[in-house]
T-cell receptor
Framework: DQQVKQNSPSLSVQEGRISILNCDYT??????FLWYKKYPAEGPTFLIS?????DKNEDGRFTVFLNKSAKHLSLHIVPSQPGDSAVYFC?????????????FGKGTSLLVTP | DGGITQSPKYLFRKEGQNVTLSCEQN?????MYWYRQDPGQGLRLIYY???????QKGDIAEGYSVSREKKESFPLTVTSAQKNPTAFYLC????????????FGPGTRLLVL
């Protein structure tokens, strides 16, 4: 049962433009959300996160927006660069008796063209 | 230079063989995790450990075993009971299980001969 969904398997954007990657979740108990970037045959790299008490978090070219009522978050990359081409994973977590566990989406492959 | 190391980068398993994947971290993190990634799929949790000498099953623990004898090390054994072991295996750590942000190693690709 996929609790975190990234419905766009791929996205192509021109260099300098904005990239918008979307993520939806079903579990209302999720209270922390993360974005990871992954190159082929490498481990994911943590990009940015947001707590459910906020609706926006910004770090340089990366901004994450959270809409709790819609159970939706998005990652904006402005301006997009060719080096941003990678697979982006959305992850969500909820506290439990065993602590946090991350639930991952299936990823969106971003291609930034010159 | 702190981080998470995984070895080997590639591993080949013969039918009926157990193999062990190594994961070491020098971040002084209490919690460690093992995930599996299949093509076109997200990461799925195999096992995690909150602290030394403690570990818990994740969503897909069948056919796998772990140990946590040292804070820095969390090896994963893929046993012969795991019928579909070919995948990319990722180890991660976090300050503690109360801290959601996890940091990943470079991964090990396991292939079955």
């Amino acid at each position: 049962d996929q609790q975190v969904k990234q419905n766009s398997p791929s996205l192509s954007v021109q260099e300098g433009r904005i990239s918008i990657l979307n993520c939806d979740y079903t579990n209302s108990m999720f209270d922390y959300f993360l974005w990871y970037k992954k190159y082929p045959a490498e481990g994911p790299t943590f990009l940015i996160s947001i707590s459910s008490i906020k609706d926006k978090n910004e770090d340089g070219r990366f901004t994450v927006f959270l809409n709790k009522s819609a159970k939706h978050l998005s990652l904006h990359i402005v301006p997009s660069q060719p080096g941003d081409s990678a697979v982006y994973f959305c992850a969500a977590s909820a506290p439990s008796n065993s602590g946090y566990a991350l639930n991952f989406g299936k990823g969106t492959s971003l291609l930034v063209t010159p | 230079d702190g981080g998470i190391t995984q070895s080997p980068k590639y591993l080949f398993r013969k039918e009926g063989q157990n193999v062990t994947l190594s994961c070491e971290q020098n971040l002084n993190h209490d919690a460690m995790y093992w995930y599996r990634q299949d093509p076109g799929q997200g990461l799925r949790l195999i096992y995690y450990s909150q602290i030394v000498n403690d570990f818990q099953k994740g969503d897909i623990a069948e056919g796998y075993s772990v140990s946590r004898e040292k804070k820095e090390s969390f090896p994963l054994t893929v046993t012969s009971a795991q019928k579909n072991p070919t995948a990319f295996y990722l180890c991660a750590s976090s300050i503690s299980v109360a801290h959601p942000t996890q940091y990943f190693g470079p991964g090990t690709r396991l292939l079955v001969l």
